[in-house]
């Protein structure tokens, strides 16, 4: 799986990762341009984290190389492996990370610092960092005086500060509760639309990929299984991760022009004529449920049982448990109407203009 | 808000979990009578009355003055070679840590006497350093301030270098890879980061090696003339060290040797497990 390729002048980061995490192997081909952002979406455990540990150099890479503008970071034919310190990155943990012992203002000012400049020449870009990204006012504190939240955007202008030719943040929204988390969601997007480097944000949530990256590349099992602008992701999920994440409803089956033969013998009915392995996505809210077997146009109807009920923002979510499984949205009013609890049988219906197949 | 909320629940009774059961509370407050009886034996029996008399007398202040400056060069010695030896020890992954942090612990569990004479066919005028020196420069390192302060160094290293890698183990490792990340090279990462960071642990140790020379020196000191002696004991033994002891202690060092690294191996394999 491979991400868009690099500029024809070899500016941005050009990297081919074969790593062990553990007991199993990761392996991705990532190119990142110049200023763009690539998100690595995933469940955890499945390697992403490896995979930016290897761009960061704090983990070897077994098999592969990491070229950055040109320049080799790690080969491992030629056996080469450039120290973290050099790499000139910046880097975003999931827990902030802050220097416990030093002050906001010191810890933007260490990547400076540490770039050659002297205290009071890196105080003052770090000083000028913080006016940027709004922080002034904490410059004096220590991080524990502050919030998760801000501590997190703190970490974001050191990361910024150190003017890295590589950013790269590791669930930088993870530890952070659902209002933090909007708060730094929005602070990075503003302020990543300003860094000329190219980017790499490691997540499990489909949001932070929707809204901060130019491009998704989902890793599953340590292997990369989709890639492409996030609308396309979103829209055209290739995995039941992915579609599970994007909160829709995904099916696998082979077509043979009229209908597509669904795993246990169900078929389905697709919107055009549809060839060979594919997959077909609908949207929860485009399932119709019905007590009784419909007679009714919708040609694809599957029998099923109500497995689970949760609200979902103004609907209610329905698991449905059967040949096909399914999630369905409906409204309180018609559940009601329907009267069906957990455990009863029900029958799902969708019209197949709803339904989304594309090629496996 | 959510920080008061932490802090008063930190300071609230634990009483949730129960009362404090008598059968950790006897031995408990039996180890303390084990730890202070002996002490408050010596304070009922020193001689209060005199007592500023004799510790204001010559050859008490000199012995103390003695006692203190030793401890303290001693202190600082240990600090410059101790901190990086635990550093190395907390922090790199080379062939033989363990060897060498049972190594460390050797002098911990020497048999006083032992480590008296090991200083003294080391350092003495007729030891394994202590001869080449004295024919180089005519300098006789027994019965100086040096040679008290190169023995409470070996007596105290283990205590710093042991209490100094705890304290830099349980400092998380990753403030050491977010320094990096940030540019840092090793070396300013360990000035400015992982020193900063295990300070307390450092200085705590610094304190307990410190007392625990302070505290060796001390029966030394009970007059000018002795206190002047690298360890006293070694030297009913320092001319001419009688041949059939030495196996003897040579043994007694390797069997206390192997038990605390056998000990070291185990602890540490449950360490790095971790």
């Not at chain 1, 099923?304 to 448990?321: C, E, K, Q, S, T």
């Not at chain 2, 006897?26 to 500023?52: E, K, N, Y």
């Not at chain 2, 024919?135 to 190169?150: H, L, M, P």
């Not at chain 2, 300013?188 to 642990?201: C, H, M, N």
Request: charged share 20%; hydrophobic share 45%.
């Amino acid at each position: 799986m491979t991400t868009a390729p690099p500029e024809p002048n070899g500016k941005g980061l050009d990297a081919d990762i074969t790593a062990r995490r553990g007991d199993f192997e990761v392996h991705a081909e990532i190119r990142v341009r110049p200023g763009q952002v690539l998100a690595l979406l995933g469940p955890n455990g499945a390697g992403k984290s490896t995979l930016l540990r290897v761009l960061g150099g704090l983990t070897p890479l077994t098999a592969g190389y990491v070229r950055l503008d040109g320049r080799a970071l790690d080969d491992a034919a030629a056996g080469v492996r450039v120290p973290v310190a050099e790499r000139r990155l910046g880097t975003v943990f999931q827990d902030g990370m802050l220097f416990p012992h030093l002050t906001v203002l010191d810890n933007v000012a260490f990547g400076p610092r540490h770039a050659g400049r002297t205290k009071r020449e890196a105080r003052a870009v770090a000083a000028e960092w913080l006016e940027r990204t709004e922080l002034t006012e904490f410059s004096d504190r220590r991080p524990s005086a502050l919030s998760g939240g801000q501590q997190q955007r703190v970490a974001v202008t050191r990361a910024l500060a150190t003017d890295p030719d590589l950013l790269l943040l590791d669930e930088p929204m993870s530890a952070l509760d659902a209002s933090a988390a909007v708060a730094v969601r929005r602070f990075l997007s503003r302020h990543l639309a300003s860094v000329e480097a190219p980017s790499v944000l490691v997540t499990h949530q489909a949001l932070d990929a929707l809204e901060l990256a130019d491009h998704v590349l989902v890793i599953e099992h340590g292997i990369g299984v989709q890639e492409g602008p996030p609308a396309d992701v979103a829209r055209r999920p290739r995995s039941s991760h992915v579609a599970a994440l994007m909160g829709l409803n995904l099916l696998r089956g082979r077509a043979d022009g009229e209908t597509v033969r669904l795993a246990g013998d169900s078929t389905l009915v697709p919107p055009g004529r549809a060839d060979g392995d594919v997959f077909a996505s609908f949207r929860p809210s485009a399932v119709t449920l019905y007590t009784e077997r419909p007679h009714a146009s919708a040609r694809n109807v599957w029998p099923g049982r109500v497995d689970g009920i949760a609200p979902h923002g103004d609907v209610l979510r329905l698991h449905l448990d059967g040949p096909v499984p399914l999630l369905a949205d409906v409204t309180p009013a018609a559940l009601a109407d329907l009267n069906v609890g957990e455990g009863d049988p029900v029958w799902a219906s969708v019209k197949a203009t709803e339904i989304d197949v594309y090629p496996a | 808000m959510s920080r008061t909320l932490e802090r008063s629940a930190a300071q609230a009774p634990p009483a949730a979990v129960g009362r404090v059961p008598l059968l950790i509370l006897i031995p408990a407050f039996g180890a303390l009578a084990v730890l202070l009886l002996p002490l408050i034996g010596l304070f009922v029996r020193a001689p209060w009355s005199d007592l500023v008399e004799h510790l204001t007398s010559t050859g008490v202040t000199t012995a103390l003055r003695l006692s203190l400056t030793t401890a303290t060069i001693s202190m600082v010695v240990c600090l410059i070679l101790g901190t990086p030896l635990a550093w190395l020890l907390a922090r790199v992954d080379f062939r033989g840590r363990q060897f060498v942090r049972a190594l460390v612990t050797v002098p911990l569990v020497l048999p006083p006497v032992v480590g008296g004479i090991a200083l003294l066919t080391t350092f003495g005028r007729a030891g394994v350093l202590g001869k080449p020196i004295y024919e180089a420069f005519g300098y006789q390192v027994t019965f100086t301030t040096t040679a008290v302060v190169i023995a409470q160094t070996f007596v105290a290293l283990p205590f710093l270098v042991l209490a100094v890698e705890g304290a830099l183990r349980s400092t998380d490792r990753r403030y050491d890879e977010v320094a990096a990340s940030l540019g840092a090279s090793r070396w300013w990462t360990f000035v400015r980061v992982t020193l900063p960071l295990a300070g307390p642990g450092i200085i705590s140790g610094a304190v307990l090696a410190w007392a625990r020379r302070s505290a060796s020196s001390a029966p030394r000191s009970r007059s000018p003339a002795t206190s002047r002696a690298p360890p006293a004991r070694c030297r009913w033994r320092s001319t001419t060290p009688t041949r059939p002891t030495h196996p003897a202690r040579s043994s007694s060092v390797c069997c206390c040797w192997r038990s605390v690294w056998g000990c070291w191996r185990r602890c540490g394999s449950v360490g790095s497990a971790g």
